[in-house]
């Protein structure tokens, strides 16, 4: 039983411009989620907004043993997420997993990065 | 019950300058709150110094399933915060909620970033 | 007993370009390891990839009182780990240990980092 | 009883070369100690390497209700710390406390960042 089931990430922030367009320089805002476990892992993203109520869920999963890089820049579905935007996450899922949490900002050619381990809220 | 009521960010320090004075690129400290509980939160914020009695407290509040980052540049009652110089801060709750800690350094106009989850001192 | 003896890191990327060999400036990616207990401690690393079964387990070692900061780009056996890929490992220790997990992107000559605590996810 | 009273960080590595020797912007890796208790607290740091036994302890203090942003690179009793090398270190402190790690590469001048709390493994 490797992690937890509910992790949050309370920042969250996808910076509007990249000086490039290419899918790994383009800034973006990730959960990294590891599921060390034998079955599917099913989660559901739930995106909280300074001034309205919170989006989604966002269904989405990571194969028994695998590892997803998520990009909330690619989540669509129930509705996209705005850029320039401050929000925070919960990450809920039916089997234990480990989320961290990565931001690439590239407005400037001169990168900058972040990650680090989101925070466990639930067993 | 998500989150905790009372964490510690023992690192601090606004840099004075930046090249810009956009608000998305100005120097600046965030502790970032998600409150997902169904009550607004009332937090006091204390600041703590290397050569004097803590200030504050700093009230703040989160709205009921919403999220905020606040910007330590942005305190000014009861005092502002010195620029420059080294502090450490206290999130006092009286609801769970989850604190992570944001720095974008633009001293120099190719920025830095940090950003790590604030560390749970209280239930 | 400092520490744990199983931890995860979600997030794994390796960039493949740098703007500089040299070996501290090559973009990289670490495990940094404390073994502050007086036992050799064995750690077998396991790698979790987006689309196959995991690989390894990698084989490291750090005697007592010492630390060792590996670099996932030296991984050879049982295979090299991808660049440019995206990935996830678990380290599992035989003695508690502390891991702690860095990056060093070079593909700019003006390089960005980023480093978080890992997370422990057994005794 | 705001935190724990031993701390690991297990990764260190101050680089050797600054673009400035400002005391801002000077290559440095430090420990940011928040001390919420009444009661002064009294520290011993030991510093980890790859292949040589422990240095230290280094004696260092947190008055009561203050904080304090310790540069490993000011450490230099019972001796300095080397320059462009790995280390780890653990904290002892007498009193609960909370401690982030911060690192400020200024090797090239734009300048990389990140900070992460600690490892708390002591109660």
Redo the contacts between chains.
Sequence with gaps: M??HR?W??????I?GPSFSEAH?LVSHE?A???N?SDSLASIELTL????R??AGPYPVSVDA?????FRFNDLNDPEPVPR?T???S?SRSDVPI??????L?S????????????????S
Aim: hydrophobic share 35%; with cysteine; net charge negative.
């Design positions: 490797v992690g509910v949050a990430i309370p920042e969250g922030y910076p790994d990730a990294c989620i590891l060390a909280y907004s300074e001034n109520e919170p043993r695998r590892t997803r890089h320039d401050s929000f925070s919960l480990v989320v961290q949490h990565t931001r900002d407005r400037d050619p001169h990168i900058a990065l972040f990650g680090t381990v989101a925070f466990p809220v639930g």
